[in-house]
């Protein structure tokens, strides 16, 4: 689209002997313009949008014959569009034409003659913008409340198309995630006990086949030979004590020897001739 | 499942463990002699009532005791008494005395004698009891200095934990 704020300057006068220099831009005139030039395409973006959106819903087929020759609602549309970029580009030329001419002069007589006015108008605004201060926090709440309903319901509404798991599934390398992530250190921060404090242990206990568990254990510390080890030791409690009474004079005598002999019972143990296996 | 050894579980009463594996005093060793000569007399007196069955059997009507001399006793006694003091701490380590009193016999190396051990061992000991009575100075008889014998507390049933590794 041609560009309205390029005006083409014609010289006058003396012709060649005057420099053209180029115009000064014109910040007020550029932005206006650019609103109206945005303001202008999203208008058309969403009629275009609205016209495909009407053909979906008629059924309309958008073939190439369709295409070559647009109907009557694109046609009026396009010329609406069209009216309204060109009335833009001359409104923004006449109203630079004329800032240029009347500013001055209208600048000092509006200066000179609302004084008053602008005063009162500025104690209005200031009225304005001091009630707009008070009101700010509910206001702001309200519409965030408000955005954030809205938010939330055009994502629901979104996700209930999607499904997610599947496109994560499609597009996520879940391994390289996997692979970025310090498992150590995970389970360095897990509480054992509670994880132990959860674990059902009836139910790892019930799959065990504990009947033949305990024939492996009974096979592998030989429990028959420990019963027939301890059965055998002491055959009755009168043999324990005698063993121990014979035990007990065996040491007075031995006592009594060493006291006659003058030693002491680590010197009859430390025989020279000791046994290697007993020790004694 | 790995294949490691089973721990050894020491069936040893509490009271004994303190004890288990230190040489035999004198009370012990007469008491379980004792006993082994009770053993004797009552295998010989067996033996006799046996022979003396044998010889009714086969005299019938002219059947008398036979007459038992004091030499032929002590010599088939002896012999008796050496059998079995060999039989037994050569298969088991303890005859049946030793085994009422908890006492093992072991050679220098803590492990149970061999037949011949046990044979010189029984002949000295039935040829010479009273050296056993040296066991009162150092809890060695004389038969166990010759033949570097032990007698030892030993309450277990099998001879476990008397290597040489123990306490004892």
């Given amino acids: ?102 500013g001055p002069p209208a600048s000092f007589v509006i200066g000179t003659v609302s004084d008053a006015p602008r005063r009162a108008a500025a104690d209005l605004v200031g009225r304005w913008n001091q009630s707009w201060r008070e009101e700010r926090p509910g206001v702001e709440a309200a519409a965030n409340a408000v955005a954030v309903e809205a938010t939330r319901r055009a994502v629901d509404l979104v996700l209930d198309q999607l499904d997610l798991t599947q496109i994560v599934l499609d597009h996520v390398d879940i391994e390289r995630i996997v692979a970025s992530v310090d498992l150590n250190e995970v389970v360095e921060q897990l509480d054992v006990d509670a994880v132990a404090d959860r ?82 | 499942m790995r294949e490691t050894e089973p ?15 230190e040489r035999a005093g004198i009370v012990s060793r007469v008491l379980a002699n004792a006993i082994d000569f009770a053993i004797l007399v009552v295998v010989l007196g067996a033996g006799y009532l046996g022979w003396s069955a044998w ?16 030499q032929g006793t002590y ?11 060999t039989v037994a701490w050569s298969s088991t380590g303890r005859s049946y005395g030793d085994r009422i009193l908890g006492l093992r016999v072991i050679d220098r190396r803590g492990e149970r004698l061999g037949f011949a051990g046990a044979f010189v061992r029984a002949v000295l000991c039935v040829a010479f009891p009273p050296l056993l009575f040296w066991a009162i100075v150092n809890r060695r008889s004389v038969q166990d200095l010759v033949l570097r014998t032990a007698v030892i507390y030993d309450w277990a049933e099998q001879p476990r934990n008397t290597s040489p590794s123990d306490p004892s």
Wanted: charged share 25%; no cysteine.
């Fill in chain 1, 1 to 102: 689209m041609e560009d309205v704020s390029e005006i083409i300057r014609i010289p006058l006068g003396g012709g060649e002997e005057e420099p053209v220099t180029p115009p000064a831009p014109s910040p007020p005139s550029d932005w206006f313009t650019l609103a109206a030039r945005a303001a202008v395409g999203l208008v058309s973006l969403g009629a275009e949008a609205s016209i495909q959106i009407i053909r979906m819903a008629s059924g309309t087929p958008e073939d190439e014959e369709n295409a070559a020759t647009p109907d009557t609602a694109a046609l009026l549309v396009g010329a609406a569009l069209g009216l309204a970029i060109e009335a833009v580009r001359t409104a923004a030329t006449v109203a630079e034409l004329g800032r240029r001419t009347a």
């Fill in chain 2, 7 to 21: 721990p050894a579980i020491l069936t040893v009463p509490a009271e004994a463990r303190s004890f288990q594996g």
């Fill in chain 1, 199 to 280: 674990l059902d242990i009836e139910r790892v206990i019930a799959r065990l086949d504990l009947a033949k568990l305990s024939l492996e254990v009974i096979e592998r510390i030989d429990l028959p030979e420990i019963i027939r080890s301890s059965t055998g030791t002491v055959a009755s409690e009168s043999v324990r004590v005698v063993r121990m009474q014979t035990f007990g004079a065996d040491r007075a005598i031995s006592g009594i020897v060493n006291r006659m002999l003058g030693r002491s019972a680590t010197e009859e143990a430390a025989d020279p001739d000791d046994l290697d296996a007993t020790g004694a």
């Fill in chain 2, 75 to 85: 010599i088939v006694g002896a012999i008796v008494l050496t059998l079995l003091f």
């Fill in chain 2, 55 to 70: 010889l009714f059997l086969r005299r019938g009507a002219s059947f008398r005791f036979p007459t038992v001399t004091y």
